[in-house]
C-alpha cells in the first residue's frame, strides 16, 4: 500500500473523494460527541460517592475535631489539617510540614502565586507589574493550555521550549534561566506530562534542581497533577517510573526555595470538589502563609476530613486509582486501535501511548490540525482547539491535537475516534491536493 505522500494527484483525489463521502455520512448522522476536555466520566466519579456519607451524624460533634481546640465546622487551620497535609504530601512527595491544603483548586493556587508575585514580588522582590520590561515564562510545548492562559491574563511573555520524552529540553532551559533575568518561572507537568503523557527522567529532575537562575525571583512551578494517575497495575513499574521528589533534589543542590509543587485530588475523588495542596521550602511557604492570611480565613476542612477519611493513606489511594484506571484503560486502548488501524500504512499522523494521564496527544502533517478539528465539529465531535497546547493558541506547524478519551462511554468514543480519524486523512489529504 502507497503512504499518501507515495500518491500521484489522481490517486490523492480519489482518495479524498472518498474520505469525503464518509465524513458526509457522518455529518448525516448528527452525532454529537466530545473529547475536548480530560473529564472524569460519570463512573469514575461515582467511586468516591461513599466519601459523602463519612463525616459524623449530628450530636457527634467531638469527632469534628481536628485538635484540641479545633473544630472542623469552625474558622481556622489557615494551612489545612493535618492529615490532609499529610496525605497530600504523601501523594506529593513533600513532608506535611511543607504543605499547605486549600480549597478545590490547584489552579487556582498556580493563579494566586503569579498574581501574588506580579503585585507584591517574591520574597522581597521588586513585584512584577512594575518591572520596566515585562517578565517571562518558560513553557514547554505542547503543553497545557490553562498554564499558558495565566500568563496571558496577566501580560507575562512566553517562551516556548521543545518537550521530549524526558521532558524539557534542559539546554534550552538552562541558557535561558541562568541568563536572562527577566525569566521568573517555567511551568511543569512532570508525571504524564500534558498532553504527551511523558515523565520527566531523574537527570531532567536533577538538572532542574542544579539551575542558577539569573533572577532571584524565578520559580519552578511543578504542577504534579498526575502523580498517582498510572493506566498500568503496578505504580512504580518502567512504564509507570516514579518521579523523582523536586523538592528533595533542590535540597540537595542547595537551591531549596527555586520551587513550587502544586497538586490537587479533583481527579482523584471529584472534580469539583476535590482538595488541592501547594508544597514548597520552609521560607517560600512562611511567606505564603501570611500572604493567605489577608485572603481567607481558612479552606473548607469539613471536606479535607472527608478526604482523608476515605483516603487515609498513600496504599488506599493507590488502590483508589486502581479502580480508575479499570474504567479508563480500555478507553486509551481503544484510541490507539483506532487510530492504528485507521492510519496505517497512510503516513499520516503519529501518537503518544501514555501510560498514564488524562491524553494522547496525535501530531498530524503540517497545516491540518485546525482543518481536523474543523471537520470533526462539523461532523458533531468536539476536540480540544488546535494550537490550544502552544501558547497564544499558536502552534507554528499547526500539527499538534490533544485527545481526551476519558469522559465519553466507549461506544460513543468508539465513533468520535472513527470520525476522527476520517477528519485527519481528508485533511491530510486536502493539502496534498493543494501542494
Not at 517574591?122 to 512594575?130: M, R
Not at 458533531?380 to 506547524?397: K, R
Amino acid at each position: 500500500m502507497k503512504t499518501y505522500g507515495e500518491m500521484v494527484q489522481e490517486e490523492v483525489r480519489a482518495a479524498l473523494a472518498e474520505e469525503r463521502e464518509r465524513h458526509e455520512a457522518f455529518v448525516r448522522r448528527g452525532l454529537k460527541l466530545n473529547m475536548a476536555r480530560g473529564k472524569p466520566a460519570p463512573e469514575q466519579l461515582d467511586l468516591s460517592l461513599p466519601m459523602l456519607d463519612l463525616l459524623p451524624s449530628q450530636g457527634s460533634s467531638e469527632l469534628l475535631r481536628a485538635g484540641a481546640q479545633d473544630d472542623l465546622r469552625n474558622y481556622g487551620g489557615l494551612t489545612g489539617i493535618a492529615a490532609a497535609r499529610e496525605l497530600m504530601g504523601a501523594i506529593m512527595g513533600v513532608p506535611p510540614s511543607n504543605v499547605l491544603v486549600g480549597g478545590n483548586s490547584s489552579l487556582t493556587l498556580m493563579y494566586n502565586m503569579v498574581s501574588r508575585a506580579m503585585t507584591h514580588g517574591v520574597l522581597g522582590s521588586t513585584p512584577w507589574a512594575t518591572l520596566p520590561e515585562r517578565p517571562a515564562f518558560l513553557c514547554p510545548v505542547p503543553g497545557y493550555d490553562r498554564h499558558f492562559a495565566i500568563c496571558e491574563h496577566f501580560g507575562i511573555r512566553m517562551i516556548t521550549v521543545p518537550l521530549g520524552e524526558t521532558g524539557p529540553d534542559m539546554e534550552v532551559v538552562e541558557h535561558y534561566v541562568n541568563t536572562d533575568p527577566l525569566i521568573k518561572g517555567i511551568w511543569c507537568v512532570p508525571r504524564f506530562s500534558n498532553p504527551t503523557g511523558i515523565v520527566y527522567s531523574d537527570e531532567t529532575v536533577e538538572r532542574f534542581a542544579g539551575l542558577s537562575p539569573a533572577a532571584a525571583d524565578f520559580r519552578i512551578y511543578w504542577d504534579n497533577a498526575y502523580a498517582v494517575h498510572e493506566l498500568v497495575e503496578d505504580s512504580q513499574s518502567a512504564e509507570a517510573p516514579p518521579l523523582l521528589s523536586i523538592g528533595d533534589a533542590c535540597e540537595r543542590a542547595s537551591n531549596s526555595d527555586i520551587w513550587y509543587e502544586f497538586a490537587s485530588s479533583s481527579k482523584i475523588t471529584f472534580a469539583g470538589s476535590g482538595i488541592a495542596a501547594l508544597a514548597s521550602s520552609e521560607e517560600n511557604s512562611k511567606a505564603i502563609t501570611e500572604a493567605l492570611g489577608f485572603q481567607t480565613i481558612g479552606p473548607d476542612k469539613l471536606n479535607q476530613e472527608r478526604h482523608v477519611l476515605f483516603l487515609p493513606n498513600l496504599d488506599a489511594v493507590h488502590a483508589h486509582m486502581r479502580r480508575h484506571a479499570a474504567l479508563i484503560k480500555p478507553k486509551f486502548e481503544l484510541v490507539q486501535r483506532v487510530l492504528a488501524e485507521g492510519l496505517a500504512g497512510t503516513g499520516v499522523g503519529s501518537w503518544t501511548r501514555p501510560q498514564g494521564g488524562y491524553f494522547i496527544s496525535f501530531d498530524g502533517p503540517p497545516h491540518t490540525a485546525r482543518r481536523t478539528v474543523e471537520l470533526a465539529a462539523q461532523a458533531g465531535v468536539v476536540l480540544t482547539p488546535a494550537g490550544a497546547t502552544y501558547p497564544y493558541g499558536a502552534d507554528p506547524l499547526d500539527a499538534n491535537i490533544r485527545i481526551a478519551p476519558t469522559y465519553p462511554g466507549l461506544d460513543e468514543l468508539q465513533e468520535a475516534a472513527e470520525v476522527f480519524v476520517v477528519c485527519a486523512r481528508t485533511a491530510a489529504l486536502e493539502q496534498l491536493v493543494k501542494a
